[in-house]
């Protein structure tokens, strides 16, 4: 069996002298050996694994090569030469002295050097002739130098002329010097490296050498830490409502008052979601401070009186009302503050906004209602939106969610006209379960706040925990919650693993 590298090696350094300088550089050791020198590294840092079989000092060395356009020059010469060559006695036309390989850089140079001169008045355009007799290419000689080894032969100043041309590398080379360790030997052997219950019965882990433990070491880092689906799928689509062009509103307004919540959008305040049954009403601070006056003033109009082709609902509005706080039930009032800002910017354009954010219920906890849950609403507002703008970017929406089969019942909402909710099919129940609510805005929202009579805006909202449940059958909102069941399932599931 032929020696290895490590083993041919190790005869090598057997043969060096002893001493402090003792020792072989790896570099000349490959050339010696005929062997590539990251080869020979290899083998280096194969016997530091062993202990102090070698001892090896890591080095530096810098040296000169020629690029590929160096290597050109050398052995065509330099673009100035070629050019000078290329000019007969009689001259040689500008023109088509530029059309020659390397000219530009030739050009430039010869005429540094006053090789050349330009005659620009000559017959038929510039002309080029020869300004002396002869030339020397010093260019050429330099790398000739470099590629024989003595480079350092050149000027400071010559080096850093060819190396701006690009015709010089300064190539930096690592190499190591290799001296005999404390326990050298031209043998290799291998060190143990785990102790194992054959070795205890046996006794022989006495005679056997192991590998010395490194109490540094880092150990691999554990399988911990995992996204819970609600975050995975609440990161997913704001990516997605971003990919489509949307922009995030602000919901940093947890507390929100019953205007904002209700009033403008069209609900009526004796309606029985605003029943303290349905809703969570603040104690202190019990009403808002201020509310838009001339805004206010139109939405109680059309709430009492009707407008905008609306009779509206013919009840006594009161401002008391509309300034109880409350936790908002819905993310809604966020896009109706949104929209309000919007219609006084005055001119009218476009716009796409979504929000996903907490909302409240005072509900009573079954398989699908919790009293805190996340909303994802989705607001489209633009000129000529029909129901069918809604379906397409609600069947756009929940497919790259992955969850495709959808069907749409119509329903009613006080402040949309025509409204739908959306039902998805859940693999693990087996049926049809409702995964949001949507609609067009009536115009007794949009008008009151000053948009022009011509926009529409559609509009769907969603809980963040119905999309996750299906989208990783999860039969019921406790399992979705619930710390014991979420992590096996977590765990189980690739997608909802937190990378490393």
């Not at 620009?120 to 020397?136: E, H, L, N, S, T």
């Not at 936790?327 to 006084?344: D, G, I, K, P």
Request: proline letters at 6%.
């Amino acid at each position: 069996m032929s020696p290895s590298v490590a083993e041919l090696l190790l005869q090598r350094l057997e043969r060096t002298p002893p001493g402090p300088e003792g020792g072989l550089c790896s570099l000349e050791a490959a050339a010696a050996l005929g062997l590539d020198h990251q080869t020979l590294v290899g083998a280096v840092k194969s016997l530091q694994a062993l202990g102090e079989v070698i001892e090896a000092e890591t080095r530096a060395t810098t040296r000169w090569e020629l690029s590929a356009e160096g290597e050109e020059v050398l052995r065509d010469g330099s673009p100035e030469v070629r050019l000078f060559r290329s000019v007969p006695s009689e001259g040689l036309p500008q023109s088509d002295a530029m059309k020659l390989p390397g000219a530009q850089v030739g050009f430039s140079k010869a005429m540094a050097n006053k090789w050349l001169r330009l005659d620009k008045g000559a017959p038929g355009g510039p002309r080029i002739f020869r300004a002396v007799d002869a030339v020397q290419d010093v260019v050429q000689s330099s790398l000739r130098q470099v590629q024989e080894g003595n480079g350092s032969s050149l000027s400071e100043r010559e080096r850093t002329d060819l190396k701006r041309r690009k015709l010089l590398l300064e190539v930096t080379l690592k190499s190591y010097w290799i001296r005999k360790g404390s326990a050298f030997s031209t043998a290799v052997v291998r060190q143990e490296t785990d102790l194992t219950p054959e070795m205890i019965a046996t006794g022989s882990w006495r005679k056997l050498p192991f590998k010395a433990y490194n109490f540094s070491a880092l150990g691999l880092p554990p399988t911990c830490g995992h996204l819970h689906p609600l975050l995975k799928v609440r990161s997913q689509l704001r990516q997605i409502f971003l990919e489509m062009g949307f922009t995030e509103m602000p919901t940093d307004n947890f507390v929100e008052s019953s205007f904002w919540n209700f009033d403008a959008l069209f609900q009526p305040q004796q309606h029985p979601a605003r029943d303290q049954h349905d809703t969570f009403f603040l104690q202190d601070p019990a009403e808002a401070p201020e509310l838009p006056a001339n805004y206010m003033a139109r939405v109680k109009k059309v709430h009492s009186q009707g407008g905008y082709g609306s009779q509206g609902y013919k009840y006594e509005w009161k401002v008391e009302e509309a300034r109880k706080n409350l936790l908002r039930t819905h993310t809604t009032s966020a896009s109706a503050r949104a929209l309000y800002h919007l219609a006084r910017q005055g001119k009218f354009t476009p716009v796409k906004y979504f929000s996903i954010d907490r909302v409240f219920r005072n509900e009573s906890l079954d398989a699908t209602h919790l009293a805190e849950f996340h909303q994802v609403e989705g607001v489209v507002a633009d000129r000529g939106l029909t129901l069918g703008h809604l379906m397409g970017t609600l069947q756009q929406f929940f497919t790259k969610l992955g969850i495709s089969k959808l069907r749409f019942k119509p329903a009613y909402n006080p402040y949309t006209e025509p409204s739908m909710e959306v039902f998805s099919y859940h693999e693990g129940l087996k049926k049809w379960v409702e995964v949001g609510n949507s609609g067009v805005f009536r115009p007794e929202l949009l008008l009151p706040m000053g948009l022009p009579e011509s926009v529409s805006v559609i509009a769907w909202g969603l809980s963040l925990e119905r999309p996750t449940m299906i989208k990783y059958g999860i039969n019921n909102i406790r399992e979705l919650v619930g710390h014991r069941v979420n992590l096996q399932m977590i765990y189980d599931n690739p997608l909802c693993r937190l990378d490393a």
